[in-house]
C-alpha cells in the first residue's frame, strides 16, 4: 500500500503555478482499479485493471492497459466513446441518447414500483432507482469528514465518494465535471466533489455508466503534468461504429436477397388436390 507520504510527493510533483482548474497542457494519472459493475438487474462484472487518466480541462480519456479498450467524456462535445482498437470498433453516444435510454429503462423500473404498493418489492425497487440517482426530490448533498476520510454523501447515507490521504493532484476540478456530465452523478453533487482539494490518491468512488453502477476502488501510482496529444480523446481512424453490448439493441439484421431470386407460386400446386384421370 502506498503511503500518505509518497502521495505527498506525487502532489507536489503535479503542482504548476496556482491559476485554478487543470493545468493547461494537461494532467496524466496512472492508478490501479478494482471495480465492481452491476447492471440493472442486479448482475455483477469484476475487474483488476491499471489505469491511464488524461485530463486536459474537462476532456478525459481513461485507458485500461490490462484490457486494451478506452472511454473517452467530451463535455465540450456532449459525447461519451468506448474504444476497443484490438477489435476494431467503437461504440458512441450524446450525452443526451444517453440520458433518454436511461430514462426508459427506468421509467419501466418506475412503472413495476408503483404497481406494488406497500410490499417489499415497492422499497427494492425504490432502491434500485436511487442507486441510478431518481429521487422523488433533489438529492440532499454533504461533504463529511471522519475517521481520516472524507465523504461526499447523498440525502445522509448513501456514500458516493470515500477520499483517504491527501490529493494526489490539485488540479482535477475537470475529472469531476466529466464524470457528472456524462450522469455519473447527480448535479446537485458536483460543488461538494469539488470541495475534495483534487484528484484523489486513493478512494472508492460510486458512479453511474450507462446502465450500470459502477464500484471503484483505486490507489494512484503516478501524477505528471504535460502536454497530452488530440489523439488521445479522438477514435482512432478505421475503427467501425457499433452499439454498445448491453446499453442498445443492436440493428436488425435481415438476411440479404438470393442473386438469382424470381417470384413463383408452384409450391401452392403441391397442395392442391389433382384431378384423377382415366386410365385409356
Known amino acids: 500500500m502506498k503511503t500518505f507520504a509518497l502521495l505527498a510527493c506525487l502532489a507536489a510533483a503535479a503542482q504548476e503555478p ?19 459493475h452491476i447492471d440493472l438487474l442486479g448482475r455483477r462484472r469484476e475487474y483488476r485493471r491499471a489505469e491511464t487518466v488524461r485530463l486536459r480541462g474537462n476532456a478525459l480519456s481513461i485507458e485500461d492497459r490490462t484490457f486494451g479498450t478506452r472511454l473517452v467524456i467530451r463535455p465540450d462535445r456532449r459525447t461519451i466513446v468506448r474504444i476497443d482498437a484490438a477489435a476494431g470498433e467503437y461504440s458512441e453516444y450524446t450525452f443526451d441518447e444517453v440520458r433518454a435510454v436511461r430514462q426508459a429503462a427506468l421509467d419501466e423500473i418506475r412503472a ?11 422499497r427494492e425497487l425504490g432502491a434500485l432507482l436511487e442507486a441510478f440517482d431518481r429521487y ?27 477520499v483517504e490521504g491527501e490529493p494526489a493532484a490539485r488540479h482535477a476540478q475537470g475529472y469531476w465535471e466529466a464524470l457528472a ?8 453533487a458536483l460543488p461538494r466533489l469539488s470541495e475534495l482539494g483534487g484528484f484523489p490518491g486513493r478512494a472508492t468512488v460510486r458512479y453511474v455508466l ?26 482512432p481512424p478505421g475503427l467501425r461504429k457499433v452499439p454498445l453490448r448491453g446499453f442498445a439493441p443492436a440493428p436488425e439484421r435481415r438476411p440479404p436477397k438470393p442473386e438469382q431470386f424470381r417470384r413463383t407460386f408452384k409450391e401452392d400446386e403441391a397442395d392442391r388436390p389433382q384431378e384423377k384421370k382415366d386410365s385409356p
Open 210 to 235: 450507462f446502465l450500470e453502477r459502477v464500484v471503484e476502488q483505486f490507489e494512484v501510482t503516478s501524477v505528471r503534468a504535460g502536454p497530452i496529444a488530440d489523439a488521445e480523446f479522438e477514435v
Open 181 to 188: 456530465a456524462a450522469g455519473g452523478f447527480p448535479p446537485e
Open 136 to 162: 422523488a426530490e433533489p438529492p440532499r448533498v454533504e461533504l463529511r469528514a471522519r475517521d481520516g476520510r472524507r465523504e461526499v454523501l447523498l440525502n445522509g447515507d448513501r456514500v458516493r465518494v470515500s
Open 18 to 36: 496556482a491559476s485554478g482548474g487543470v493545468p493547461s497542457s494537461g494532467l496524466t494519472v496512472e492508478r490501479t482499479v478494482h471495480a465492481v
Open 112 to 122: 413495476c414500483r408503483d404497481r406494488v404498493p406497500g410490499t417489499a418489492e415497492e
